[in-house]
């Protein structure tokens, strides 16, 4: 069974930062392509970053491009989001996410950080 | 960007009826080896969301059959023959043929 777990997600003041870490099992994670999105409370879904099996190629949304850094350690299943400078606006329950069939295929339960004083 | 846009945003329909959900992206989705990067997906209440249709028109596994998704180019459907009362959610259509990774703005599906 094809599992993702989120976590990390907390409460941070603005300018801080925080680490999201998302595991994954049942399936071959060096193989795959995968991404974090987000949802802001009562908004729809934005992408904010993605990158390939191999970690050569990394995708940024314009407005975290700077802040953020996506990484990965295939050797421990592990996708990582580094938010530094968070600011308000990053409020939102963040997923990670398993590229699949030309899209992401299976999303993980979600961690929720929230950026407030 | 690729702007998508949806509708309508809220779609009350009585269970058993069909429902219809469309999306238009700004720029064709189409690519040189015939699939639309088109993708649909539904969250319901309290979930992550879950993917319903690849590529324009391929159920994913799990998916009942009462769901289909058609369209190519710029304009896409998503249909459901019979709603069904856990059918409730929110569904969005996605593009990821380039980046940034956009998605429409979301339909409500609620039941009458």
């Given at each position: 069974e094809v599992q993702l777990v989120e976590s990390g997600g907390d409460l941070v003041q603005p300018g801080g930062s925080l680490r999201l870490s998302c595991v994954g099992s049942g399936f071959t994670f060096s193989s795959h392509w995968m991404a974090w999105f987000r949802q802001a409370p009562g908004k729809g879904l934005e992408w904010v970053a993605n990158m390939n099996p191999d970690a050569s190629h990394k995708s940024y949304l314009d407005s975290v491009k700077g802040r953020f850094t996506i990484s990965r350690d295939n050797a421990k299943n592990s996708l990582y989001l580094q938010m530094n400078s968070l600011r308000a606006e990053d409020t939102a329950i963040y997923y990670c996410a398993r590229g699949n069939l030309h899209c992401f295929d299976f999303w993980g339960q979600g961690a929720l950080i929230t950026v407030s004083s | 960007d690729i702007v998508m846009t949806q509708s309508p945003l809220s779609l009350p329909v009585t269970p058993g009826e069909p429902a219809?959900?469309?999306?238009?992206?700004?720029?064709?989705?189409?690519?040189?080896?015939?699939?639309?990067?088109?993708?649909?997906?539904?969250?319901?209440?309290?979930?992550?969301?879950?993917?319903?249709?690849?590529?324009?028109?391929?159920?994913?596994?799990?998916?009942?059959?009462?769901?289909?998704?058609?369209?190519?180019?710029?304009?896409?459907?998503?249909?459901?023959?019979?709603?069904?009362?856990?059918?409730?959610?929110?569904?969005?259509?996605?593009?990821?043929?380039?980046?940034?990774?956009?998605?429409?703005?979301?339909?409500?599906?609620?039941?009458?």
């Open positions: - | 219809s959900i469309s999306c238009g992206s700004s720029q064709s989705l189409l690519q040189s080896n015939g699939y639309n990067n088109l993708h649909w997906y539904v969250q319901k209440p309290g979930q992550s969301p879950h993917l319903l249709i690849y590529l324009g028109s391929n159920r994913a596994s799990g998916v009942p059959d009462r769901f289909s998704g058609s369209g190519s180019g710029t304009d896409f459907t998503l249909k459901i023959s019979r709603v069904e009362a856990e059918d409730v959610g929110v569904y969005y259509c996605m593009q990821v043929l380039q980046s940034p990774i956009t998605f429409g703005q979301g339909t409500r599906l609620e039941i009458k």
